[in-house]
């Protein structure tokens, strides 16, 4: 089960972090990833980092200006958010793929696991 927190509303240039617990074992096994979606688009990949790696992949859009971190004693990843855009506002997941992470990381098909969301508004 995947937790995430963390959202709500901050002006352009604000900085949010988001946070996603996970509960059960072996959460060092696993790709985690972010994913957004915003108000009338698909859903998109924001962030993973790959369990073979340990190094975080962004997506263009947020490179520079996200950055993606696990603790895997805790079992959470984070999301920091800086200098946030408008174009950032949507529902931010989490997600975990247990399997093909170094190929798949970005492919929000693949994961197995999926937190409930949190929502980021960004105003301008």
């Known amino acids: 089960q995947l937790q995430a927190s963390g959202g709500g509303l901050v002006q352009a240039g604000d900085s949010l972090r988001l946070s996603c617990a996970a509960s059960?074992?072996?959460?060092?096994?696993?790709?985690m990833g972010w994913f957004r979606r915003a108000p009338g688009k698909e859903r998109e990949f924001v962030a993973a980092?790959?369990?073979?790696?340990?190094?975080?992949d962004y997506s263009e859009s947020v490179k520079g200006r996200f950055t993606m971190s696990r603790d895997n004693a805790k079992s959470t990843v984070y999301l920091q958010m800086n200098s946030l855009k408008p174009e950032d506002t949507a529902v931010y997941y989490c997600?975990?793929?247990?399997?093909?992470?170094?190929?798949?990381?970005?492919?929000?098909?693949?994961?197995?696991?999926w937190g409930q969301g949190t929502k980021v508004t960004v105003s301008s």
């Open positions: 980092i790959k369990r073979s790696s340990g190094m975080p």
């Open positions: 997600a975990a793929l247990s399997y093909g992470g170094t190929l798949y990381y970005a492919d929000a098909s693949k994961y197995d696991y």
């Open positions: 059960g074992r072996s959460f060092s096994y696993y790709t």
